[in-house]
């Protein structure tokens, strides 16, 4: 029973997490970054204004737009609800969990970086959604999430020992999906970082466009495409070491990887050569930032570690 609340608490918390990078996504391709320019409240205000007769004298009132300052809020109040999720992950660990190493570090680590990703996300704002800021909001938000995703895989491991007992680790494969993670992070922190530069370029060269635009950037933007196709013969390999796995949620994962990266690198080549909805980038980030936390899911099943 009690290692069943955990786990479902830390499950809670992972899709709340996830939800959570949907909606800062949707805040980044929207532009709502500034929608409320204070925190932690908007305009002045807890809740934001619906109209501009609300804003207080000493903010702008050309910066208010209602659509962008909601956006925002969602995203302030989201960030809220997994932070509370988070305690309550917490306080079930330290009653219950403090001799179990794997879940009390885990769920305090998970406290840990959402504070300090709350704390990050009033600086972005008083910075004026400085770049490297933005960046690095985004790696909390993945370590995060694949820390959350260890605590969901820990949990129920300890809830179906008989499952993992007699499996047979496989150090290359481990080795693998190590490589795998970290290589999907920096494709990740590549993306976000070529998004930012054809912002920048953009606002300073209005009327380029966009193959003018991609042409402005360092030759580093190729190396993106070129560890897009790395990952996806990484995750082949992985795949033909996984097919003959016993257990089902092993080789459901290695499909979902593959299958991932073939869908994340034609939406990425066709964001290069057409004009897709913004909606496109919102979802190939996020698409993108599942990956982190399956394969920290897919590690714990699979490695070394089983068979002892």
């Known amino acids: 029973m009690k290692k069943q609340l955990f786990f479902k608490s830390a499950v809670v918390s992972t899709i709340l997490s996830y939800l959570l990078i949907f909606v800062g996504g949707l805040v980044r391709v929207s532009g709502s970054g500034m929608g409320c320019p204070d925190w932690p409240r908007c305009f002045g205000r807890w809740i934001p204004p619906t109209n501009v007769d609300q804003i207080p004298s000493y903010i702008d009132p050309t910066a208010f737009n209602i659509v962008l300052a909601w956006i925002e809020y969602g995203n302030r109040s989201l960030g809220v609800l997994v932070g509370f999720s988070i305690i309550v992950l917490n306080i079930i660990a330290i009653y219950y969990f403090r001799k179990e190493a794997k879940l009390f570090i885990s769920a305090i680590l998970s406290l840990i970086l959402v504070?300090?990703?709350?704390?990050?996300?009033?600086?972005?704002?008083?910075?004026?959604?400085?770049?490297?800021?933005?960046?690095?909001?985004?790696?909390?938000?993945?370590?995060?999430?694949?820390?959350?995703?260890?605590?969901?895989?820990?949990?129920?491991?300890?809830?179906?020992?008989?499952?993992?007992?007699?499996?047979?680790?496989?150090?290359?494969?481990?080795?693998?999906?190590?490589?795998?993670?970290?290589?999907?992070?920096?494709?990740?922190?590549?993306?976000?970082?070529?998004?930012?530069?054809?912002?920048?370029?953009?606002?300073?060269?209005?009327?380029?466009?966009?193959?003018?635009?991609?042409?402005?950037?360092?030759?580093?933007?190729?190396?993106?495409?070129?560890?897009?196709?790395?990952?996806?013969?990484?995750?082949?390999?992985?795949?033909?070491?996984?097919?003959?796995?016993?257990?089902?949620?092993?080789?459901?994962?290695?499909?979902?990887?593959?299958?991932?990266?073939?869908?994340?690198?034609?939406?990425g080549e066709m964001m290069v050569f057409f004009e897709l909805p913004q909606l496109a980038r919102l979802f190939h980030t996020w698409g993108s930032s599942w990956l982190v936390g399956v394969i920290i899911i897919l590690y714990n099943c699979t490695s070394n570690e089983q068979s002892k």
């Open 115 to 267: 504070l300090a990703n709350g704390a990050l996300g009033a600086i972005v704002v008083s910075s004026v959604l400085n770049p490297f800021l933005v960046s690095l909001h985004m790696i909390l938000a993945l370590m995060l999430v694949s820390v959350l995703s260890y605590a969901c895989i820990e949990s129920y491991k300890l809830i179906h020992v008989e499952k993992f007992k007699n499996l047979e680790g496989n150090k290359t494969l481990s080795n693998s999906l190590i490589l795998l993670w970290i290589l999907i992070f920096v494709e990740i922190l590549l993306g976000t970082g070529i998004r930012t530069n054809l912002e920048l370029v953009s606002i300073e060269n209005p009327l380029l466009s966009k193959g003018e635009l991609l042409n402005a950037l360092d030759s580093y933007k190729y190396f993106h495409s070129f560890l897009g196709f790395t990952l996806l013969f990484l995750s082949i390999y992985i795949y033909t070491k996984l097919r003959n796995n016993s257990l089902y949620i092993v080789k459901f994962l290695g499909i979902f990887i593959l299958g991932m990266i073939i869908i994340q690198i034609f939406l």
